[in-house]
């Protein structure tokens, strides 16, 4: 496994060095800028420091807390005092995450799944697939964001050596007052506060990205395992490194992409399974594969779904991750997918919104667009795959 050894590779060493473990909110910012520099692939391509909004942090964090604040069996995450008769919470956004787990519950039942939190964030991130869920959750996630997002400044503003404040990183910022040296994250808006990391330590963070999420999950799992849970009870770090490694499942309905896929079969389009080059015309069976393993990474963007072969993407693909070779040959089938979904107009919009969403350098509009995403899609799954050490086929 690489493990940094640049500068900027010390200084996320350093991070977890100069924790003194009273809570995990350090190991949880790590993990989470590292998950955004893997999910935004084009980003160090430009060369600038990169600007992340506090609010994909957050939900980077609602997704990994999600576990930790079962009703029946919280398991908290930092020491807990009385003042008078309060009892001070271990997280600033205990209550309100909890607040966001009860009311999903309270909709989606109660067979909890530790990655639930995770598909919740991925949906809610979508437009699409929000419109999915009431306004009462909509609310209680707005919530849970804002709660997370004012917590998030402390492991930020001490990342550095105790007594230092801002050290590692500057004090976040408006996007609307970024300067041009600090490029912001696909999909920020003007009033988003941003957290900026230089373009040196994005770099690293992307080239050692399995060594940091194996580090952050080895620490979390530890710490855990120290905090006493109330009447001297104890969570194990296997108890813990199950609820941070659990991986999700598609369980949502790919409804709307099926449909519109279904007409432009109908009107006539043939499209091709990527993986066997088996033809698809109307009649026949298909899936939706996501060429980016939901169990990977939950991302039902439009780029990352395509008609294909049911026996092969059930039995062979799975959720494993395709060959370089296999990716390459895949590429013309794909440009030629994205180019049926432009003869949609529901299709081509979600398209572009998913693809200016995902990939910095990417805009609607040039004659070769669909081949730009097919590239753009193959090089960020062949990449994870390589950065997470996938099983591949």
Same mark, same amino acid.
């Given at each position: 496994m690489t493990t940094p050894s640049s500068p900027a590779g010390s200084v996320?060493?350093?991070?977890?060095? $100069?924790?003194?473990k009273q809570t995990s909110y350090k190991i949880a910012l790590?993990?989470?800028i590292n998950d955004v520099a893997l999910a935004f692939p084009d980003m160090h391509t430009l060369g600038r420091d990169v600007a992340i909004p506090l609010r994909v942090l957050a939900d980077a964090w609602i997704g990994y807390y999600w576990p930790f604040v079962d009703p029946h069996a919280p398991i908290y995450q930092g020491p807990r005092a009385r003042r008078g008769e309060v009892l001070r919470n271990d997280m600033g956004f205990r209550p309100a995450l909890s607040q966001l787990r009860a009311q999903f519950?309270?909709?989606?039942?109660?067979?909890?799944?530790?990655?639930d939190g995770a598909l919740l964030v991925s949906d809610i991130q979508h437009p699409r697939r929000r419109l999915h869920y009431s306004s009462e959750l909509l609310t209680a996630y707005r919530e849970a964001s804002r709660a997370v997002q004012r917590v998030i400044e402390m492991p930020i503003r001490y990342a550095g050596p105790p007594g230092s404040e801002w050290a590692v990183f500057p004090r976040p910022v408006r996007a609307d007052a970024l300067g041009p040296s600090v490029a912001p994250l696909?999909?920020?808006?003007?009033?988003?506060?941003? #957290? /900026?990391?230089?373009?040196? #330590?994005w770099a690293t963070f992307r080239t050692v990205s399995l060594w940091v999420e194996s580090l952050c999950i080895h620490e979390w799992a530890l710490?855990?395992?120290? /905090?006493?849970?109330?009447d001297g009870r104890r969570v194990s770090r296997g108890?813990? $490194?199950?609820?941070l490694t659990n991986r999700p499942e598609s369980r949502q309905p790919l409804t709307w992409e099926r449909n519109h896929i279904a007409v432009l079969l109908l009107e006539g389009k043939t499209f091709v399974c990527p993986w066997t080059s088996t033809p698809i015309r109307h009649g026949d069976r298909f899936d939706l594969d996501h060429l980016l393993p939901i169990a990977v990474y939950p991302v039902n963007e439009l780029w990352n779904l395509v008609p294909a072969e049911p026996a092969?993407?059930?039995?062979?693909?799975?959720?494993?991750?395709?060959?370089?070779?296999?990716?390459?040959a895949a590429v013309p089938h794909l440009s030629a997918t994205y180019a049926h979904y432009a003869a949609s107009s529901a299709l081509a919009n979600a398209l572009a919104d998913d693809v200016g969403r995902?990939?910095?350098?990417?805009?609607?509009?040039?004659?070769?667009? !669909?081949?730009? /995403?097919?590239?753009?899609?193959?090089?960020?799954?062949?990449? /994870?795959?390589?950065?997470? !050490?996938?099983?591949?086929?």
């Open positions: 996320i060493s350093a991070i977890l060095r $100069y924790d003194d790590l993990r989470a519950t309270r909709e989606h039942g109660a067979d909890f799944r530790p990655a696909p999909g920020s808006r003007q009033s988003d506060r941003c #957290l /900026v990391v230089p373009a040196e #330590l710490f855990s395992e120290t /905090v006493d849970q109330g108890q813990a $490194y199950e609820f092969f993407n059930q039995q062979t693909k799975r959720n494993r991750i395709p060959s370089p070779a296999r990716l390459a995902r990939f910095a350098r990417l805009v609607p509009g040039p004659p070769d667009f !669909s081949l730009q /995403v097919a590239r753009a899609a193959t090089d960020f799954v062949d990449r /994870v795959a390589e950065l997470r !050490s996938l099983q591949r086929f």
